[in-house]
């Protein structure tokens, strides 16, 4: 059974920085396409970030690039989403996604996945 379990939000003040986790069980992570979305309240779900599974391809939504990255640790089954700069504006959950498929050719490759966890609350404020 495929299961998604994210971690690492909380609240931190404008400037500062968050690392997300993301613990897969019931399969290989290293062998699907991975990613990270959010949804802000009111909002529509935003594709953040997305890794092919061989991490040959890797793209970043505008708004974060430069400032988020995206990593994978074969080893412990776990993706991460660093997150430096934060704004206000990055205030959302965040969830982290996955596929069996390759969807994974944008940044909006995690809003077509099929797997996702259950999300972490970044909150970004003063």
């Known amino acids: 059974q495929v299961q998604l379990v994210e971690s690492g939000g909380g609240l931190v003040q404008p400037g500062g920085s968050l690392r997300l986790a993301c613990a897969a069980s019931g399969f290989n992570l290293g062998y699907y396409d991975v990613g990270w979305f959010r949804q802000a309240p009111g909002k529509e779900p935003e594709g953040v970030s997305c890794?092919?599974?061989?991490?040959?391809?890797?793209y970043y939504a505008d708004t974060v690039k430069g400032r988020f990255t995206i990593s994978r640790d074969s080893g412990k089954n776990t993706v991460y989403l660093q997150m430096n700069s934060l704004k206000p504006e990055n205030t959302a959950v965040y969830y982290c996604?996955?596929?069996?498929?390759?969807?994974?050719?944008?940044?909006?490759?995690?809003?077509?996945?099929?797997?996702w966890g259950k999300g972490t609350l970044v909150t970004v404020s003063s």
């Open positions: 890794m092919s599974s061989s991490g040959g391809r890797i």
């Open positions: 996604a996955t596929d069996d498929r390759a969807v994974c050719y944008s940044d909006h490759g995690p809003l077509e996945m099929n797997y």
